[in-house]
């Protein structure tokens, strides 16, 4: 039987769940409003259209601890170094049909980003991209140049769980803990070999199809 605080804690949470989702069916519906708009007036210029999730993750050689399996009252040890070198990843994931782009960058702002942007939209130049994405500062950026074929629809703050993205994250960094990599070179190595086996297609598609973003197109 759940204690008192407990049971509090679970209407808490499933109170604020509920608004993050009334928030999020708000949103919903504007982008289906501006999808239908979208499709009437450039039906000539594109013929296709997709959603796709956006984020970005930090890796480092920082190294990541994770839970082992050992006898009772034994401490599992692994090798640990405390080191801040970092790389990162961009990546667009579509929760329809598990199409995605993911590229390695050097910094995480509004320069690297226009540069993803623009990769994503050369990828399908005939494919209109909604790209649903978190309110960070450089999303926001005054000098972005946003492609013709891509619109940029923000998450409520502070709803990481609303964006399936991070899933392929938490994906990939699983593939890391427990590994020391005392280069970026060797990290860059470990993260293609990641991407590689977990970011297929079907993959991907399983990993991103919330119900909630399968009744938009």
């Known amino acids: 039987m759940l204690s008192e605080s407990m049971e509090l804690k679970l209407k808490w949470h499933e109170s604020h769940m509920f608004t993050k989702m009334n928030r999020l069916w708000k949103l919903l519906k504007k982008i289906e409003e501006r999808l239908t708009d979208i499709k009437d007036k450039n039906t000539d210029k594109y013929s296709r259209f997709n959603i796709y999730c956006q984020d970005e993750s930090r890796f480092g050689l920082l190294t990541l601890a994770h839970k082992a399996l050992t006898r009772k009252g034994v401490k599992p ?3 640990y170094q405390h080191r801040f070198d970092n790389t990162y990843l961009f990546g667009a994931f579509s929760p329809l049909n598990g199409n995605h782009l993911i590229l390695e960058m050097p910094q995480c702002n509004s ?9 994503l939209s050369n990828q399908d130049q005939q494919e209109f991209k909604i790209v649903i994405l978190d309110n960070g500062a450089f999303h926001h ?17 502070y709803s990481p769980e609303l964006n399936p993205a991070e899933k392929v994250w938490w994906m990939i960094k699983r593939e890391l803990k427990m590994k020391l990599f ?33 009744i938009i197109i």
Do not use: G, M
């Open 77 to 79: 040890l692994c090798n």
């Open 182 to 214: 005392k280069t970026i070179e060797e990290l860059q190595q470990a993260l293609s070999t990641a991407v590689k086996k977990i970011c297929t297609q079907p993959a991907i598609k399983q990993l991103t199809a919330y119900s909630y973003y399968q």
């Open 141 to 157: 950026a005054k000098s972005l140049s946003i492609p013709d074929n891509i619109a940029l629809l923000f998450l409520p703050p």
């Open 111 to 119: 320069s690297t980003f226009q540069t993803f942007l623009e990769h």
